[in-house]
């Protein structure tokens, strides 16, 4: 279970969002209770084991003294190489979920969207801008792992389904704009989450990894020149127009790796990490 947070029950604002702004501590509860919603519906729906890894910011949010006791919990910085989906590997896991996710930057009136990092103006994989969902589904799906539930906001679940097919999903706010939304009650919240989770268990065996073919191709558009510098002192990373680097590998996770990397460093020349 990969879980963000912008996409979480209530948030509307970078604000929510952000540690050590005024209103992180609220929302860290609301994200807590949306993960244990899923948490319930899985074990409803049959899970004998349930590992939540932290992908947001410095992916330290969810309050593990509220959890539910079944679950373990991967919190940590962003410097794990699997990233939103580290642990994902560690065993043969039947299905991920993508909890408290958001829609891919330039999403019109989609909650917090953004890809990654705010200085990350695109990232395409062979040619097709993608998101953060993509991302987590090409990782899982490298691991033969499909992705069977997305909830966040109504934006993100129209790209996951237009991505992945007939997953469960949950609704539980509708994008007015970039930090305006129409959001659910937390009862009812917890309510479509828990059941779509049960949902996405009982139909464990019709969702397909999500795997993409090499040569694999990214291409980064940051926002800043210095941004694109920073990231091709990386040797392998070329610079394709002032603002965007590309490299190609024959290996997805490699190249999530590189990905990784460069936008690590190029943060740190002109940008704030979000995640």
């Known amino acids: 279970m990969s879980v963000d947070m912008e996409g979480a029950t209530g948030v509307t604002n970078f604000e929510d969002v952000l540690p050590g702004k005024p209103s992180y501590e609220r929302f860290r509860k609301l994200l807590t209770s949306d993960v244990n919603a899923a948490v319930e519906g899985a074990i409803d729906g049959g899970a004998d084991k349930v590992v939540i890894n932290e992908a947001h910011n410095t992916m330290r949010n969810v ?4 959890l539910h006791p079944k679950v373990e919990l991967i919190s940590g910085l962003f410097t794990k190489p699997l990233l939103m989906m580290e642990g994902v590997d560690k065993e043969p896991f039947d299905v991920a979920f993508l909890i408290a996710y958001h829609a891919k930057k330039g999403t019109k009136s989609a909650v917090l969207c953004h ?4 200085g ?3 990232i395409k994989i062979n040619d097709q801008i993608v998101g953060e969902t993509a ?3 090409a990782t899982a799906g490298y691991y033969n792992v499909p992705v069977g539930l997305v909830t966040g906001d109504d934006k993100v679940v129209k790209e996951s389904i237009g991505l992945l097919g007939h997953v469960e999903t949950a609704i539980v706010k509708e994008g007015m704009d970039r930090m305006v939304a129409q959001c659910l009650s937390v009862k009812e919240s ?4 828990k059941e779509a989770a049960k949902r ?9 990894p999500y795997q993409l073919d090499p040569p694999i191709k990214f291409e980064i558009e940051f926002s800043s020149t210095n941004m694109a510098s920073a990231a091709i002192l990386i040797p392998a990373i070329h610079l394709v127009e002032p603002k965007t680097i590309s490299f190609t590998t024959q290996d997805f996770v490699e ?3 590189l990905c990784n990397a460069s936008i690590i460093l190029a943060s740190a020349a ?3 990490i979000v995640g």
């Open 115 to 118: 890809t990654l990092a705010l």
């Open 120 to 122: 990350v103006n695109s």
């Open 270 to 272: 002109g940008g704030p």
């Open 200 to 208: 996405a268990c009982d139909r464990v065996d019709e969702f397909c």
């Open 63 to 66: 309050l593990i003294e509220d």
């Open 255 to 257: 190249g999530l790796k």
């Open 190 to 193: 917890t309510k479509r989450i």
């Open 135 to 137: 991302i987590s589904a």
